[in-house]
């Protein structure tokens, strides 16, 4: 029996453990939150109360069908829809976590909060594991992409597809720590969930995303980061909140980067003192480009691991920065009612030299722009049940943006009507309809396997939070 059969079977066998365990969360304290209760589930009620400690996760099982294909279940058949991207039933996320938090009043990749600043120091961590289809998209490059169960489906993708391969990934694996100084700051080190952009690749926990199918705006932003983020308080008054954020990490979802060069992390996040309303500004910046001096090419895997990719499509053995932004307003609108408003731009360089190989469109890369716009719009009906509609426009006019989910240059627009229901506080069913089509593509189409200019979408998915 190989590694890869070994790795396959203890990953069935843990997630038949958690399957079984199940069952005793519904057990659990009816006026306990919904995180956690696995932890207290096996080891009561008490757990964590004295030590801070959470051992929760959750499972997300989706369903999807489109308007061109079999729905008999065809991997990737809802490429570039990202997260919904088969057909048929899927097991996007089943995740196991063990958490210490930690006394603090500035949340290092979410928020300040209204919070007494604490005065003494602490320290938590945080460990995660989770696998389904989603692992693919989540798995972080020299982390994730060289444990035994990936490797198969990393170095053949076409074969992980059709087999609908689902992966395993620790998506968050890193220490954190409070300091008492100036207003209060938080140190987070190690592999973590990246903070730029609205939305976050975990289906809860809780989660910004209020649709089951995300953004072309999360497609093109970084998943997830190995380094520091350092989180401090700016301003705490009657009139506002402000924190800044500041990290230094290897390149974009990348635990060894090619390049060998440090990116950087910044954001301002402004709230109101009742916390209803949020305007985020996010950055990453860093050179971005493979170095072919350090590529292996004896053989296509190795080739692949040793340029980054999917992480990066530039080979050149100059320094090319990629820089993206992300400008978010989110906040409740009267009573019933939430927004939100995401603008993204971001800017690859390139030289346009010979040297300088884009390995889509080869020789003489010269640069590429992206930018988008979406809004979303949620209405509460009532305690369990809310509506929502969402607009999104993605110019990707070089056809770089959204790589590896397509290569296709132009206009990506989508429109998606759904309702999220939680007939639980521990369980949430969002069912959704989405429509995607194209525009300034000259006649390049991107679904139905390139033979298609738009899409219709009905996808739901059911998730238990434990």
Same mark, same amino acid.
Request: aromatic share 8%; no cysteine.
């Given at each position: 029996m190989n590694r890869t059969t070994d790795a396959s079977t !203890?990953?069935?066998?843990?997630?038949a453990l958690i399957l079984c365990a199940l069952p005793l969360t519904v057990v659990a304290a009816d006026d306990a939150p919904p995180q956690g209760s696995f932890g207290r589930a096996i080891f009561g009620d008490d757990f964590g109360k004295s030590n801070g400690l959470v051992m929760g996760g959750w499972l997300e099982v989706g369903y999807a069908v489109n308007n061109h294909s079999d729905p008999g279940g065809k991997g990737l058949a809802n490429s570039p829809v990202v997260i919904a991207r088969d057909e048929g039933i899927q097991l996007n996320q089943v995740s196991l976590y063990l958490e210490k938090n930690i006394n603090t009043n500035v949340i290092t990749r979410v928020t300040p909060t209204p919070a007494p600043m604490p005065q003494g120091y602490d320290w938590g961590f945080k460990v995660m594991a989770l696998y389904g289809r989603d692992g693919q998209p989540i798995q972080m490059f020299g982390w994730d992409s060289n444990?035994?169960?990936?490797? %198969? @489906?990393?170095?053949?993708p076409a074969n992980a597809a059709l087999f609908r391969q689902e992966f395993i990934t620790y998506p968050e694996f890193h220490l954190n720590f409070y300091m008492p100084w100036w207003q209060g700051m938080s140190l987070m080190l190690g592999n973590f969930m990246s903070p730029i952009g609205h939305e976050i690749g975990f289906a809860v926990e809780p989660t910004p995303n209020i649709f089951y199918t995300r953004t072309y705006a999360f497609a093109a932003a970084p998943i997830d980061h190995t380094g520091a983020l350092l989180a401090l308080n700016l301003v705490k008054s009657q009139s506002m909140l402000? !924190? @800044?954020?500041?990290?230094?990490?290897? @390149?974009?979802? +990348?635990?060894?980067? +090619?390049? @060998?060069? %440090?990116?950087?992390l910044a954001a301002i996040r402004w709230r109101t003192p009742d916390m209803k309303q949020w305007v985020d500004l996010e950055v990453i910046t860093g050179d971005a480009q493979a170095d072919p001096a350090k590529i292996d090419n004896s053989n296509a895997a190795s080739q692949a691991d040793t340029a980054n990719i999917p992480v990066t499509r530039v080979i050149s053995p100059n320094s090319l920065n990629k820089t993206e932004t992300h400008l978010t307003w989110s906040g409740d609108i009267g009573m019933q009612w939430k927004g939100v408003v995401e603008l993204t731009y971001g800017n690859m360089k390139g030289d346009g030299s010979a040297q300088t190989v884009d390995i889509i469109t080869g020789p003489g890369f010269s640069g590429a722009t992206y930018s988008g716009v979406e809004g979303q719009l949620q209405y509460k009906i009532d305690a369990k049940l809310a509506a929502a509609g969402r607009l999104e426009l993605f110019r990707d006019r070089n056809g770089f943006a959204l790589f590896p989910n397509t290569t296709v240059a132009g206009d990506f627009y989508e429109a998606t009507l759904g309702l999220q229901w939680r007939p639980a506080k521990n369980l949430l069913i969002r069912p959704e309809l989405r429509y995607d089509w194209q525009g300034h593509n000259n006649g390049a189409n991107a679904f139905a396997g390139g033979t298609k200019s738009n899409q219709l979408l009905f996808a739901t998915d059911i998730v238990l939070q434990y």
């Open positions: !203890s990953i069935k066998q843990a997630l444990t035994a169960a990936n490797r %198969p @489906g990393n170095q053949d402000l !924190s @800044g954020e500041l990290g230094v990490v290897r @390149g974009w979802s +990348n635990f060894k980067d +090619n390049n @060998g060069k %440090p990116a950087y």
